[in-house]
């Protein structure tokens, strides 16, 4: 590491952490889109040659590997130890035939008895890429069952078929549990396997015909007899991949049944989510999740995302116990410049709605449940985070069209999920999340649905609601029992194992997450995710001295990966921060340089940079990126209010009123708005305006909103001239 680089981290360190220790120790989504149950043998190698990799040892040839897990931008393959055990140096082929090096290291058994290693490794690597991540299997693989396997041979994917045979009550003494027929050759060793419906169930281990039968011994070291020692050598032999989640629990295959062994309000809430929770079913195949929230005799009516049901095809709701509903599309309820929707399924079973949570939220923990992938029967996801302050949403979540931003963990199957207080009130609808970068998810609340219920849009029959008006009374992590995550061995981790640790401990507001970050960077100098995240954090910090080593840090950043734009919006916000304005200016000039990798590229550096020369009273300027963002992001009432501002300020009244027309259309329920353009119009000598202001005030008031700024001088005006409230 360089000793310039070396000396931001410590400095950095203990300007955050002042009386923490410092540890040197030695110098997410699933993507797997299909259409649900059994698929074609065509369709299953396809999905075997997506989900498998090359694996290089020493620069050659040496066996294959399974993506398992995607998060934060790091993938996770599995493969074999016994590929890697006297390993210099590892990369693996993607099925793209790009290169990628990578971290690697065995998975110890718990009991870490280091003569019984199961025959696991764990290989990690960074790609903006997007690749197929193997959808898993929860259920174990039962003998006559049909299974798929995939594994290079000799530089080429080779896909066999055949029956699973044996599945061992305990595994062997190197994890193997799953006998089948396939035909399983040299190299194919960490190749996945696949069931009928496409999930993993393990991965290849043990080659038929061994030439030694030392390893087929049970984990507690008895050996099977001579007969069944003949019988067993005709079979290939894999791991399963619930032997997988027990051996690794920092891989979190399976994050509920780690709740539901602790248990407390994690397990509680978990299960009145699961009651009331439900997945839409797209024609395409692809899913999203929902809530049942209102029933009236045998309609129930579910709330979701409204960009999960946009395109009006065919949709089916899959109830709590696996029945499928068909949804009629003319009923259900959407709204332009609103991402949520309502639709509605007949049936005859009882199902738990939710009760509602009708309160303003504020930093308090929350948890998040929904589908992880977007096919029928993958694992659902129940995170744990952490809702931000109100002061700090506008930026993540108001400027993208969303109120919420929380720091639970997301993925594409979730949206349209519930977002669930500590008591199991559902206080917002899930709608989206950065999984390549740490970020935060975005939704929306319950308590804006209540609104335009109120408001006669939805128009649900009012007594179907369960509706609690009280906010969540716990706030403290030890009370509400949420348990740490899996601490890996400071000693024998990588870079990427601390990284990952650390970003855990983010998510449910421990401060010592930086303390992991730290020391990914010691152990991995070239781990430039693990300055930037730390950069990230330390950027909504108000303290000069740490942004400063936040600046360094982020610096160093930039230089090792140019390309990646998010970096230059960092920097610009803690730029901005420390006043520097024009230093500002020249980060995000930088970033919006860079190549465009994605259709929906992330507008939030023009929306800063709009910002600042506003600041700066360089209107044109503002109006030009605000209207660029208008063009990225045309549904964002926001910015058209805020251009609205900048024109009121050039006394360009007509622009003005013409924007806060267009917010007032997306969301006519934007009090800001109408304060604005009331002003506006009674500048323009228009009877308006007092319309405008008799509007505004209304709503201020029925949001609950009476301790802005804004209200306080609308009360002003109304008192002073004496303006008539009707």
Known sequence: MKLHKLSHLLLFFILLFPASPII??????????????????????????????????????????TIIKKQNGFYTVLTNYHVIENAKSVK?????????PVEFSKVDRQDNKKDDLYDLAKLTFSSETTYLVAGLGEENIKPGEKVFAGGYVKGNLQTTKGTAKLFLNQPLIKGQQIAYDNDIQQGMSGGAIINENGYLVGINSKLAHPVLQTDFRYLQGEQPDDKTLKEWGNYSWGIAVNLVDEAAPDLALFPERVIRKIGGIPAKVLDIAKQSSVQIKQANGGIG?????????????????????????????????????????????TRKGLDMAVLQFRSSQVYQVATLGDYKL????????GWKGEELNHPSLFSVGKMLARENREFWAATRGYELAYSNEGYPGMRGGGIWDTEGKLVGIHNYAETDILGFSLGLSVERFLFYQKADFWKLPQSSFYIENHPSPVSNVNAIGISKPFLPNLVNSNGYNLLAYGIKLWRIGDERSIDY????????????????????????????SLSLGALNIINDVIDQQPTFSRSYLVKALILEKMELYTDALDALNKGIQQPVKQKNYDFSLYWLRGEIFDELQQYDEAIRDYSKVISINPDSRLFYYKRGLIYSRQRKLDQAIQDYNQAIAIDTTFADAYYKRGLTYILKRNIQGIQDLRTAKQLYEQQDNTHTQEYQKLQNLFTFYSIPLH
């Open 24 to 65: 040197i120790t030695g110098c997410s989504s699933s993507l797997f889109a299909r259409k649900p149950g059994t698929l074609s043998e065509s369709e299953l190698n396809n999905i075997l040659k997506e989900i498998t990799v090359k694996v290089l040892v020493d620069d050659k040839e040496a066996a294959s590997g």
């Open 92 to 100: 693996i082929v993607t099925p793209d035939n790009q290169v990628y």
């Open 289 to 333: 999740s929902g809530v049942i929230i209102a029933k009236d005799n045998d309609i129930y009516y579910v709330l979701t995302a409204g960009h999960v049901v946009e395109n009006k095809q065919e949709y089916q709701v899959v109830a709590p116990d696996k029945q499928v509903y068909e949804v009629d599309n003319q009923t259900i309820r």
């Open 517 to 544: 970050m730290f020391n990914a960077t010691i152990k991995d100098p070239n781990l430039w995710q693990a300055d930037y995240n730390m950069a990230f954090i330390a950027s909504f910090y108000e303290n000069d």
């Open 362 to 369: 504020k930093e308090q923990f929350v948890f998040l449940y």
